[in-house]
């Protein structure tokens, strides 16, 4: 069974900077595409970033292209989102998410395991 454990939510001011971390368990975190998706206040659960399971393709949703770094490091079974440039629109419950299907590419829709979400707040 696949675990996931976010860290690093908080508030920041807006054009300030996060760092978000998701812990995973399990032999097969190399294998994993992982992403990470967002869900505003009153909205639904929306993709933010995903990437494959080598790290050499990245997907990222248009509102933080240029803003947002998805990374991974294999040796600690960690997924990394590095948020800078942060927005008030962007405050949101973050949750890191794994598709345990193999793959070549990010499929936003084959996530099939969720963390429990870390919470960002920006204020203006």
């Known amino acids: 069974q696949v675990q996931l454990v976010e860290s690093g939510g908080g508030l920041v001011q807006a054009g300030g900077s996060l760092r978000l971390s998701c812990a995973t368990s399990?032999?097969?975190?190399?294998?994993?595409?992982m992403g990470w998706f967002r869900q505003p206040p009153g909205k639904e659960r929306e993709f933010v970033a995903g990437?494959?399971?080598?790290?050499?393709?990245?997907l990222y949703s248009n509102s933080v292209k240029g803003r947002f770094t998805i990374s991974r490091d294999g040796a600690k079974n960690t997924v990394y989102l590095q948020m800078n440039s942060l927005k008030p629109e962007d405050t949101a419950v973050y949750y890191c998410?794994?598709?345990?299907?193999?793959?070549?590419?990010?499929?936003?829709?084959?996530?099939?395991?969720w963390g429990q979400g870390t919470q960002v707040t920006v204020s203006s």
């Open positions: 998410a794994a598709d345990t299907d193999v793959r070549g590419a990010v499929l936003i829709s084959g996530f099939d395991h």
């Open positions: 990437i494959t399971s080598s790290g050499g393709r990245t």
């Open positions: 399990g032999r097969s975190f190399t294998s994993y595409t």
